[in-house]
């Protein structure tokens, strides 16, 4: 499921999320608890997670920047496409990470599926890896004298 916030948003709907963001983020960081949060809508009371209006904080927070915003939500287990799309590569390549150990599956009839946490996993490695290669490049660039 993809839920996506207009891309064009009013001075008026940037006022409004900048005043709810600086609400919310007084009620989340003035306690530790992690105990729902409670609203009063028109005299009904709603209980929202509080990891859930810590999610709402941040959308509001880009909204209030003018910002598009962009939620999409997945499976535990997922198919190929939709971890390729979570890793923004092409199934192709992402069927070749699986086929060459990078990224765990099973097969479920003729499909493969992939786990979520799996699919993280990778993607929070592959960021590490190039973090290091990035910083060595930098630093052999500064050696060189190369004005990095």
Known sequence: MVISIPKKLTEKDQKFAKDAVGTLKSITTGTKTQAPVIFQVEGNSISVPRKAVLLLEKVLDEMADGRTVQITSFSKEMSTQEAADLLMVSRPHLVKLLETGKIPYKKVGAHR????????????????????????????????????
């Open 113 to 148: 599926r992939v786990l979520l946490e799996d699919v993280r996993k990778y993607d929070i490695t592959l960021r590490k890896t190039r973090r290091k290669t990035l910083d060595k490049l930098a630093r052999e660039a500064q050696e060189m004298g190369l004005g990095y």
